[in-house]
């Protein structure tokens, strides 16, 4: 398990970005929680919120993730290259 | 008057969703499905309503899955054609899995409902699990731990069933098959998911000794079903309004960490690791059952009425027993991935070192 620098950078700023959207979700959770309620009451075009949200979220935070783990080595197997003589 | 209400999201209360999407998840990209069947008790000991706690699940599952299956589908593992298929009869199965619930209900109440999720549970753990564990075993002790499967008798029947008109290739298979036996797979897939929130249960080891897909792949088109399932099922109950998107995304925070670890662990170990750590769970939680039934009963009256102390330890106890089977499937894929991949880097040398080749 090795250090990796190069998927530094994208798990930084996807890192970032993961923590700006989970702050933004909790600053509104009132709004969210209203809308639900809202939905709840008969407004049901509210329902893309939270699938909107799930598509965001698991694009940007996935991307962190698999970056996170790659900076920290634990990437997949691979095959064995010999070296060309 | 509003009967839904979302509760306050508590630092523990997010740690512990955390903690347990970290878990579930790893869970889920190591065999296509098994993570969230925890979930649902969990958020609801946390004081969240039944429904929402079912709706909040199913909302987390469907980006997980997809995030697994993108990550999997990079190691070549992904069947999206037949994931697709699947995944279309299982959104009919949840639907019609939903009508079943409710209408026990109606009849029989809550507890109904219980015993009938239970009554499920015994029945395809106890065949499904055992039946999946004594293969890992076989395949074990037989020494067979090439990433080569064998193909079932039965598979090889269905493959070998020509019905025109029907016929499709998948390449998991590298056959073709009628969709008229994936219709009534799909189908049960969706039906215990909705009864169960696991119907990979089903959908995985239907796709292994039914179909003829190796362990690895199915596992991994599992995650193409739960999203199409999982999709399908938030739209339906966010048109209700009874997601609460910030507990989803909470486990997701987690999950994604865990699910992105089983994937890459699903490289480092052969075809029966797979089928070791889904038995293991599937033999677990089915004692867990075992807490739950005796309260069921008691309070249907069906058996001597038991003190609410003693009915509130035993779901505990059956809580703590579904827990136990996530942290074993977990511990195995951990173990599994550090001795993997341990292994590998000494292959690695030692090539390298008959190459004339330092690293």
Redesign the interface.
């Known amino acids: 398990?090795a250090f990796d620098k190069a998927s530094l950078p994208k798990a930084l700023i996807f890192g970032a970005i993961s923590a700006v959207l989970?702050t933004l979700?909790?600053v509104y959770?009132g709004e969210?929680?209203e809308l639900?309620?809202?939905?709840?009451?008969g407004e049901?075009l509210?329902?893309?919120?939270?699938?909107l949200?799930?598509?965001v979220?698991?694009y940007v935070?996935?991307t962190?993730?698999?970056a996170?783990?790659d900076t920290l080595g634990?990437?997949?197997?691979q095959k064995?290259n010999?070296?060309k003589k | 008057m509003d009967i839904i209400s979302f509760i306050d999201v508590t630092f523990t209360n997010a740690l512990l969703l955390f903690l347990v999407g970290i878990v579930g998840g790893m869970v889920s990209g190591f065999i296509g499905s098994g993570g969230a069947f925890v979930l649902t008790p969990a958020m609801m000991t946390l004081g969240v309503p039944g429904i929402v706690a079912v709706a909040s699940n199913i909302c987390h599952k469907f980006p997980k899955a997809l995030v697994g299956a993108i990550k999997r589908n990079k190691y070549g593992h992904v069947d999206i054609k037949l994931g697709i298929v699947m995944g279309i009869f299982a959104e009919f199965g949840m639907l019609y899995g939903k009508t079943v619930m409710t209408n026990i209900k109606n009849v029989y109440g809550d507890v109904g409902t219980n015993l009938y999720v239970s009554f499920i549970f015994v029945v395809v753990l106890g065949i499904v699990g055992t039946f999946v564990l004594r293969d890992a075993r076989r395949m074990f002790k037989a020494g067979d731990t090439g990433q080569e499967f064998v193909v079932t008798k039965l598979a090889k029947w269905v493959q070998s069933i020509n019905i025109p008109g029907t016929m499709m290739h998948f390449d998991s298979l590298k056959a073709r098959v009628s969709v008229l036996f994936i219709v009534p797979l799909g189908f049960a897939t969706g039906l215990l998911a909705s009864t169960i929130a696991v119907g990979g249960f089903i959908g995985v080891p239907a796709m292994i000794y039914v179909l003829g897909a190796p362990a690895m792949m199915a596992s991994a088109t599992e995650l193409v079903i739960a999203f199409v399932m999982g999709f399908g099922g938030t739209i339906f109950y966010a048109w209700d309004g009874v997601v609460d998107v910030r507990l989803a995304m909470i486990i997701l925070l987690g999950s994604l960490f865990g699910i992105q670890l089983g994937a890459v662990g699903t490289t480092y170990v052969k075809d029966y690791t797979v089928k070791l750590v889904m038995g293991v769970i599937m033999v677990t939680v089915l004692f867990s059952r075992f807490f739950y039934i005796p309260g069921y009963l008691s309070q249907l009256n069906l058996i001597e009425t038991m003190a609410p102390e003693t009915l509130k330890t035993l779901k505990m106890l059956g809580d703590a027993t579904l827990f136990l089977a996530l942290a074993l499937g977990a511990l195995i894929i951990v173990s599994a991935l550090i001795k993997g991949m341990a292994m590998h880097k000494k292959q690695h040398e030692e090539l390298a070192a008959l190459d004339g080749y330092e690293d």
């Open positions: 398990m989970y979700m909790f959770s969210l929680i639900a309620h809202l939905t709840r009451q049901h509210w329902f893309i919120v939270p699938i949200i799930a598509f979220f698991s935070h996935g962190f993730t698999g996170f783990w634990l990437k997949p197997a064995y010999k070296k």
